[in-house]
């Protein structure tokens, strides 16, 4: 295969907006679709080289594989050796034991199912996952097992045939994308499914170029190189983390590289510039580079908990370049020379290193994470998300796609309950503080909890855990009048439903996309959504009213937007003090949104605000740890300490 200079320097476009995206630069939003080019430029390589192959008849899957294996397996194994040290030394049991489970799913090209198991790729979880980047290396590893063989199974039909197919293949997974973004988008992020027809189009690009010439007209391949480059540049810059992905929005920059891999030829503007010695430089490291940036970047915020300058930030990406190059000229050059290290050796190297990982990380999982690492002081907050999820008591508290109502009574068993609490996770959270006080009062109360659910009628959650959320309230609606409830208190993640503008994580960065996940249903575009979501949480309260309960609305406790025993552990650890949140940052945003949804209830007197914030927050900061006490067990979550003092300022109503 002719060497293509421009190529490399395409792997450079892609490479550089991945790094500075994920180092946190707000001005490169959608620099995330620097993945998409790889895939792009990996499906017309790869297919170029094994069509050639095959027209003359000289292909073989091993020689195929080894050609993978030298060109892959060497830097990974080498930036997963690196970062075990660091996660030793850097991450908490809970978040070793995940780093266990991705050294298993990396070496068992699996690293996407997991990833995707696990979340989504844009939260603030993500960021601080050493190995989140691998999952792109999962699709094409899985492609490389699969296209090979769909060609040597196919090749006799004729290319007719196998474009007719590979094109079937084309709009299935893009049409399966198209369909399930919205649904599941973790699942289509990461999935080859929903990612295959990205290859595909490097695929098409690789059978036009091998029985076809590049286009003669000057004019229209110097327009089109024009175009793709800034479609891809386009893509960088306006998409961001709203943007469902991958879907026709991705057919932007997929499309743009198609049209530089067959329109940027010499003479072209754009084939000058991605000729550019220093840039054909990065993209000769790019794939080194992609592998270093991620842990580079993910152990910085494990060790300084979030509070990365922009110039350590800059640093940071720069340190992965020049580790990009390092691993290139020392790892990646010797690897792929057939004189230094046979085919033996490399298979013995690829079968072992792999073996010696998995078997590693699951004993990092078995022994969760290695706790005793840690001196006997930190010890009590490295449990203490776990012991705040089993208090939310899962039997009574309902997800996924449950509506139907558990009939879970706490507090004085024997006495009828004249009191429910409604909410969600965060009423959960409260629960099991609210019913040994309820037993001393010989009263008891009714639970009605439901994970990402506003107190609405109309609001409906997007995701596959938030649906139902109309169905359940209507139906605890029900239940109160059925029982003869006459008093409600009602704790909710309210404004989180409501926050156009998100809310800070750990980085100083908005998480805004929760807005996306809840929609009225109505014709009105998402963003212009926010009145009638706040008018479905008044009728909800108003229906409430209309049966005569009272009702007693906790105030949204702040989001601190970090997790607080994660910081109260590296504030001992490494001796600093807890970092607060400027009181400010809560009042402009949830107390914004909170005074003005509780407007129209201030002249009802069987409607009362619960006030919590004195909790919290002094004069000018809002805290995570006050008087020696937690007040999360989580980003969000009330601790049990809090939970307690939320209970008795409720009780002082009742």
Same mark, same amino acid.
């Given at each position: 295969?002719?060497?293509?200079?421009?190529?490399?320097?395409?792997?450079?476009?892609?490479?550089?907006?991945?790094?500075?995206?994920?180092?946190?630069?707000?001005?490169?939003?959608?620099?995330?679709?620097?993945?998409?080019?790889?895939?792009?430029?990996?499906?017309?390589?790869?297919?170029?080289?094994?069509?050639?192959?095959?027209?003359?008849?000289?292909?073989?899957?091993?020689?195929?594989?080894?050609?993978?294996?030298?060109?892959?397996?060497?830097?990974?194994?080498?930036?997963?050796?690196?970062?075990?040290?660091?996660?030793?030394?850097?991450?908490?049991?809970?978040?070793?034991?995940?780093?266990?489970?991705?050294?298993?799913?990396?070496?068992?090209?699996?690293?996407?199912?997991?990833?995707?198991?696990?979340?989504?790729?844009?939260?603030?979880?993500?960021?601080?996952?050493?190995?989140?980047?691998?999952?792109?290396?999962?699709?094409?590893?899985?492609?490389?097992?699969?296209?090979?063989?769909?060609?040597?199974?196919?090749?006799?039909?004729?290319?007719?045939?196998?474009?007719?197919?590979?094109?079937?293949?084309?709009?299935?997974?893009?049409?399966?994308?198209?369909?399930?973004?919205?649904?599941?988008?973790?699942?289509?992020?990461?999935?080859?499914?929903?990612?295959?027809?990205?290859?595909?189009?490097?695929?098409?690009?690789?059978?036009?170029?091998?029985?076809?010439?590049?286009?003669?007209?000057?004019?229209?391949?110097?327009?089109?190189?024009?175009?793709?480059?800034?479609?891809?540049?386009?893509?960088?810059?306006?998409?961001?983390?709203?943007?469902?992905?991958?879907?026709?929005?991705?057919?932007?920059?997929?499309?743009?590289?198609?049209?530089?891999?067959?329109?940027?030829?010499?003479?072209?503007?754009?084939?000058?510039?991605?000729?550019?010695?220093?840039?054909?430089?990065?993209?000769?490291?790019?794939?080194?580079?992609?592998?270093?940036?991620?842990?580079?970047?993910?152990?910085?915020?494990?060790?300084?908990?979030?509070?990365?300058?922009?110039? *350590?930030? $800059?640093? +940071?990406? =720069?340190?992965?370049?020049?580790?990009?190059? %390092? /691993?290139? !000229? &020392?790892? @990646?050059?010797?690897?792929?020379?057939?004189?230094?290290?046979?085919?033996?050796?490399?298979?013995?190297?690829?079968?072992?290193?792999?073996? *010696?990982? $998995?078997? +590693?990380? =699951?004993?990092?999982?078995?022994?969760?994470? %290695? /706790?005793? !690492? &840690?001196? @006997?002081?930190?010890?009590?907050?490295?449990?203490?998300?776990?012991?705040?999820?089993?208090?939310?008591?899962?039997?009574?508290?309902?997800?996924?796609?449950?509506?139907?109502?558990?009939?879970?009574?706490?507090?004085?068993?024997?006495?009828?309950?004249?009191?429910?609490?409604?909410?969600?996770?965060?009423?959960?959270?409260?629960?099991?503080?609210?019913?040994?006080?309820?037993?001393?009062?010989?009263?008891?109360?009714?639970?009605?909890?439901?994970?990402?659910?506003?107190?609405?009628?109309?609001?409906?959650?997007?995701?596959?855990?938030?649906?139902?959320?109309?169905?359940?309230?209507?139906?605890?609606?029900?239940?109160?009048?059925?029982?003869?409830?006459?008093?409600?208190?009602?704790?909710?993640?309210?404004?989180?439903?409501?926050?156009?503008?998100?809310?800070?994580?750990?980085?100083?960065?908005?998480?805004?996309?929760?807005?996306?996940?809840?929609?009225?249903?109505?014709?009105?575009?998402?963003?212009?959504?926010?009145?009638?979501?706040?008018?479905?949480?008044?009728?909800?309260?108003?229906?409430?009213?209309?049966?005569?309960?009272?009702?007693?609305?906790?105030?949204?406790?702040?989001?601190?937007?970090?997790?607080?025993?994660?910081?109260?552990?590296?504030?001992?650890?490494?001796?600093?003090?807890?970092?607060?949140?400027?009181?400010?940052?809560?009042?402009?945003?949830?107390?914004?949104?909170?005074?003005?949804?509780?407007?129209?209830?201030?002249?009802?007197?069987?409607?009362?605000?619960?006030?919590?914030?004195?909790?919290?927050?002094?004069?000018?900061?809002?805290?995570?740890?006050?008087?020696?006490?937690?007040?999360?067990?989580?980003?969000?979550?009330?601790?049990?300490?809090?939970?307690?003092?939320?209970?008795?300022?409720?009780?002082?109503?009742?």
């Amino acid at each position: 295969m002719k060497y293509r200079a421009e190529i490399d320097g395409l792997r450079a476009l892609a490479v550089l907006p991945v790094i500075l995206f994920h180092a946190g630069f707000e001005w490169i939003s959608g620099g995330f679709v620097g993945v998409d080019v790889f895939f792009v430029i990996s499906g017309y390589l790869i297919t170029t080289i094994i069509i050639s192959e095959m027209a003359e008849g000289k292909f073989s899957i091993v020689n195929f594989y080894e050609r993978r294996a030298r060109r892959i397996l060497p830097a990974l194994f080498f930036v997963m050796l690196a970062c075990l040290p660091f996660a030793w030394l850097w991450l908490n049991p809970h978040d070793l034991s995940d780093f266990g489970i991705s050294l298993f799913a990396v070496s068992t090209f699996s690293s996407n199912i997991l990833f995707f198991m696990e979340g989504g790729y844009f939260g603030t979880a993500a960021e601080l996952k050493p190995l989140l980047h691998t999952w792109s290396l999962a699709i094409e590893e899985q492609y490389y097992i699969l296209f090979p063989i769909f060609l040597m199974l196919t090749w006799r039909l004729g290319i007719k045939w196998i474009l007719i197919l590979l094109s079937i293949a084309f709009f299935a997974s893009l049409g399966y994308a198209q369909l399930r973004v919205y649904d599941y988008p973790s699942a289509t992020f990461f999935l080859l499914p929903t990612r295959g027809w990205e290859l595909l189009v490097g695929v098409f690009a690789a059978f036009y170029l091998k029985f076809n010439t590049h286009l003669k007209s000057h004019f229209v391949n110097q327009s089109l190189s024009l175009l793709g480059f800034g479609m891809i540049v386009y893509s960088i810059t306006v998409f961001d983390k709203t943007t469902p992905f991958p879907s026709l929005y991705a057919l932007v920059p997929t499309i743009g590289t198609a049209l530089l891999i067959l329109c940027a030829v010499p003479k072209t503007f754009i084939h000058k510039l991605l000729s550019i010695k220093f840039i054909v430089g990065i993209g000769l490291i790019s794939y080194s580079a992609y592998l270093w940036h991620q842990p580079l970047l993910a152990f910085a915020r494990h060790r300084f908990f979030g509070e990365i300058s922009e110039s *350590i930030l $800059i640093a +940071l990406c =720069l340190t992965s370049l020049v580790m990009a190059w %390092f /691993s290139w !000229r &020392y790892i @990646e050059r010797p690897f792929r020379n057939r004189e230094q290290i046979d085919r033996r050796s490399i298979f013995i190297f690829s079968g072992c290193l792999p073996i *010696i990982f $998995i078997i +590693l990380g =699951l004993s990092i999982d078995h022994k969760s994470g %290695f /706790s005793g !690492r &840690y001196p @006997e002081k930190v010890q009590p907050y490295l449990t203490m998300d776990f012991e705040g999820l089993n208090a939310l008591n899962f039997e009574c508290h309902l997800a996924y796609d449950e509506y139907i109502l558990k009939n879970c009574v706490f507090g004085a068993q024997s006495i009828s309950p004249d009191f429910a609490l409604i909410g969600d996770s965060h009423a959960g959270s409260i629960h099991h503080q609210m019913a040994p006080v309820f037993s001393e009062l010989n009263k008891s109360f009714l639970l009605y909890a439901k994970n990402g659910c506003p107190p609405s009628l109309g609001i409906e959650g997007t995701i596959h855990h938030q649906r139902n959320c109309p169905l359940f309230n209507m139906n605890v609606i029900d239940d109160l009048s059925e029982k003869k409830i006459t008093t409600v208190v009602l704790f909710s993640r309210l404004t989180f439903y409501l926050e156009k503008d998100g809310f800070l994580n750990s980085y100083g960065v908005r998480e805004d996309k929760n807005f996306q996940h809840f929609v009225v249903g109505s014709s009105a575009p998402i963003e212009d959504q926010f009145n009638e979501k706040i008018e479905s949480m008044r009728a909800f309260i108003k229906e409430l009213r209309r049966q005569d309960i009272r009702v007693l609305l906790v105030e949204p406790i702040p989001e601190m937007g970090w997790h607080i025993p994660n910081q109260k552990i590296h504030s001992l650890k490494f001796n600093k003090p807890m970092r607060p949140l400027p009181k400010s940052d809560f009042e402009e945003g949830t107390q914004k949104i909170f005074t003005r949804f509780v407007e129209p209830f201030v002249v009802d007197d069987g409607f009362e605000v619960v006030s919590t914030s004195d909790i919290f927050c002094s004069e000018d900061s809002c805290f995570g740890e006050r008087e020696g006490d937690l007040l999360y067990f989580d980003d969000d979550h009330p601790s049990i300490s809090a939970s307690q003092k939320i209970v008795e300022r409720i009780i002082k109503f009742l």
